[in-house]
């Protein structure tokens, strides 16, 4: 049997007709398969690689972290070198009030623990999210999933989580003094890059403070310079309780994490003692890379070039067989008249050596989140692919 067909045979699968594309190696914005052919990558492994694949810098901080130790203890026992630089890192870039990180696996883990510090912390029942939002496949983060058809078939889910319009009065409105969180991306993801009215977002946050309610932002995919600032939320003039991040976080290796100000994350630590323990959240290798990739993210000025980039996108994909595109910083959804069409391009494209896919909430947009390191010419080269594959 081939690698193809041992994938198909022994690895769990997610879908009944996966790309099973066998990618060899990486590279900044390329990927190449076991033949060598060569793919641009317009997907950067959902918004992982916002540094590109296997920066240097990363790998070397790998390699020295290697040399030292791996897995020594579970997590908040011993003090480890790469998690504590790496907090410390994070906290430099952020608002005072975001002063203490815990690390999880995971984004989708990183928002079971901020559900479980916004309820230990306020003494509260009730969680509110956002109708067509994403947070992870978890059975918490499932039920805070904002879609009927991803969750029905999980039931029954957690209670006390309502469902609301995103970027509507109608979520400002449920937000009451039995609110223990609202949890929102700052921007949707898998709705087709949907931002917020920057007036939203700021009377969101009035309402969370007045009534105590916890203001939680998931940036597992807006963070690391996406947007085209470090965090989206630098975008709205807004500060969240606890903030989410994963992806980009880990430069590539497995990370997430949850921010908070010191005394909400210091609820987990009495009553009971361990209110939240992972084996392997922070792994030491996995903050090593991701505290390189952050340097080199700011080191490089990468998110200075995400507007010119996206502009250059933006003009390059004008034609009559595009809806419409939407886009954030350099995160772009390429909206056609539906699915089927969609995933006719998707395909052809993939031919042609550009890889991408669609959204989970808009099967008709193409999504463009390559690494912020794609070069201009990269994307031309991938707008006239993708133009040609529409004109198939």
Partial sequence: MNQRQLFLQHVGQTSPEPLALEITKAEGALLFNADGKEYIDLIGGIS???????????????????D??????????????????????????????????YFTNSG??????????????TGRPKIIACNFSYHGSTQGALSLLGDEYWRSAYRPLLPGITHVNYNTQEAIDAVDTQTACIIIETIQAEGGVKPPKAEWLQALRKKCTETGTLLVLDEVQAGFGRTGKLWGFE?????????????ALGGGMPLGA???????MDSFTLNPVLGHITTFGGHPVCCAAGMAAMQALLE?????????????????????????????????????????????????????????????????????????????????????????????
């Avoid at 989708?108 to 912390?121: C, D, F, Q, T, V």
């Fill in 235 to 247: 975008n709205f003039d807004i500060v969240p309780d606890i903030l989410v991040l994963g992806k």
């Fill in 258 to 264: 949850f921010v908070a100000d010191k005394t909400i």
């Fill in 300 to 392: 490089e000025n990468l998110i200075a070039q995400v507007h010119e980039k996206a502009q250059l996108f933006i003009s390059l994909l004008q034609h009559p067989g595009i809806v419409a595109v939407h886009q954030y910083g350099l995160w772009l959804a390429v909206e056609f008249d539906s699915f089927t069409t969609n995933k006719k391009i998707i395909d052809a494209c993939i031919e042609q050596g550009v890889f991408s896919d669609w959204f989970l909430f808009a099967a008709n947009c193409l999504r463009i989140s390559p690494p912020l390191v794609i070069t201009r010419e990269q994307i031309k080269k991938a707008c006239a692919v993708i133009l040609e594959a529409i004109d198939k």
């Fill in 48 to 66: 992982v690689a916002n540094v590109g694949h296997r920066h240097p810098k990363v790998l070397a901080a790998i390699q020295q972290q290697l």
């Fill in 68 to 101: 030292a130790y791996m897995h020594i203890m579970v997590y908040g026992e011993l003090v480890q070198t790469p998690q504590v630089q790496y907090a410390k890192l994070l906290t430099q870039y952020l608002p005072a009030s975001l002063n203490n990180v």
């Fill in 108 to 121: 989708a883990e990183a928002i079971e623990g901020a559900m479980k510090l916004s309820k230990r912390y």
